[in-house]
């Protein structure tokens, strides 16, 4: 399937939009009301430090709402307005966080169900309008809404779109794109499906195995059982593994990205030499700047002297997840939560370990002076982490439960 083609045809249609219906204004305000906190702007013009008794609160330099995740969000309130009485869809999850998610079913905006992983579009019909989410949507998803004639309201995030342009690409230049993310999340199944000939690695082990094949140390049984669900139909190590070019989810985490980016520049380099790497080797920045920005601002906080480090963001959050990396990374006591209501009575958390299920903890908050890091995911209001470091304070006063 020509997808650039497809895309320009979409785009041209007078029942697509992907620029929202309000200003910039209307739509920044429209957020401040529903979740900015004059708590953490506070916090923010003190350095963003916040002394409470013997509570000391650090936040992350940069955290929470990023741009793409504010214009997808903004777009979905508009389309409410701009569509009162029609039937509203979105193909997933607005942004993976369940205040807002919630706040759009109370809004009356129904959620596309899927099970196993497939979608159901039967009671999908022609008028409804349907929002594609800030990590995009399948072609294939695209072209099935476009000739049921819905009304398709293209949320997705810029930057996600740019790696879509790159493995498109790719494609255009015969390369296969090795694609660093996670298979089932949602937004590296929309790349792939603008991809031609594709292969996803989920993070630098993987990454290492493709390489040793590719010098000629792998076996090809094995290779196709490891990937049978993470790459192209028809795909062939032998013979699709020879030129390459390396994109990326744009949650994942950067430093992995690059150091794949790398290990893959210099397999080409060992097979092929350096007069050959341009027919066999394409590098194109495919890494996000508000994720950067805000893992660049969690190793910072993690070199700070603090007790412990909360984590604020959706369970299903790649770059909320990624966040939690750094600081097991770095040893630190950490919790990941999604909503400020894990922070229960009489100094308990329930969270979520990396790859474990919910666990509870009694006595998260230590005796005596408490340094606590705190920082967000992308998809996290402002308002959420305000709840959080209330909580905070109200278990820091000695003999104080709350409900």
């Not at 709402?65 to 869809?89: D, L, S």
């Not at 049921?148 to 390369?175: A, L, M, N, Q, Y």
Request: aromatic residues 8%; charged residues 25%.
């Amino acid at each position: 399937m020509d997808t650039q083609a497809f895309k320009r045809s979409l785009h041209h249609s007078d029942r697509y939009n992907r620029r929202g219906f309000g200003s910039p204004a209307k739509r920044a305000k429209a957020l401040e009301q529903a979740y900015q906190s004059s708590l953490i702007s506070s916090i923010r013009d003190n350095g963003n430090v916040m002394q409470y008794g013997r509570l000391h609160v650090k936040l992350a330099q940069a955290f929470g709402f990023c741009w793409g995740v504010e214009r997808a969000v903004a777009m979905a309130y508009e389309t409410r307005r701009h569509y009162p009485n029609e039937r509203i869809w979105i193909t997933n999850e607005i942004i993976h966080n369940p205040s807002v998610n919630d706040h759009l079913r109370m809004m009356n905006v129904l959620f596309i169900s899927a099970e196993n992983g497939v979608k159901d579009f039967s009671r999908v019909s022609e008028g409804d309008v349907v929002i594609l989410p800030a990590f995009g949507a399948t072609v294939q998803e695209m072209q099935l809404l476009h000739e049921r004639g819905c009304h398709i309201i293209d949320t997705t995030c810029p930057w996600v779109s740019k790696v879509w342009h790159t493995v498109e690409k790719h494609k255009k230049h015969s390369f296969t794109s090795i694609i660093h993310g996670k298979v089932k999340h949602e937004e590296t199944l929309a790349t792939s499906s603008f991809a031609g000939t594709y292969l996803v690695v989920l993070d630098l082990d993987e990454a290492q195995y493709v390489a040793d094949y590719i010098l000629g140390r792998g076996d090809r049984k094995v290779f196709m059982e490891r990937f049978a669900k993470a790459s192209s139909s028809g795909f062939d190590p032998d013979i699709d593994l020879q030129r390459l070019g390396v994109a990326n989810q744009t949650t994942m985490l950067k430093s992995e990205t690059e150091e794949i980016g790398r290990l893959f520049e210099q397999t080409m380099l060992r097979k092929y030499g350096p007069k050959e790497i341009n027919e066999h080797f394409l590098a194109f920045n495919t890494i996000c700047d508000a994720t950067e920005e805000r893992q660049d601002a969690m190793f910072s906080l993690v070199d700070e002297p603090l007790d412990l480090l909360v984590v604020i963001g959706g369970f299903n959050s790649s770059n909320t997840t990624h966040l939690q990396e750094i600081a097991m990374s770095r040893g630190i006591r950490s919790f990941h939560i999604d909503t400020p209501e894990r922070i229960g009575e009489e100094n308990k958390i329930t969270h979520k370990p990396l790859g474990k299920d919910l666990i509870s903890e009694d006595n998260f908050l230590p005796q005596g002076n408490v340094n606590v890091g705190i920082t967000s995911g992308a998809s996290t209001p402002d308002r959420v982490v305000e709840h959080v470091i209330q909580k905070l304070m109200r278990i820091s006063d000695i003999g104080v439960s709350i409900k």
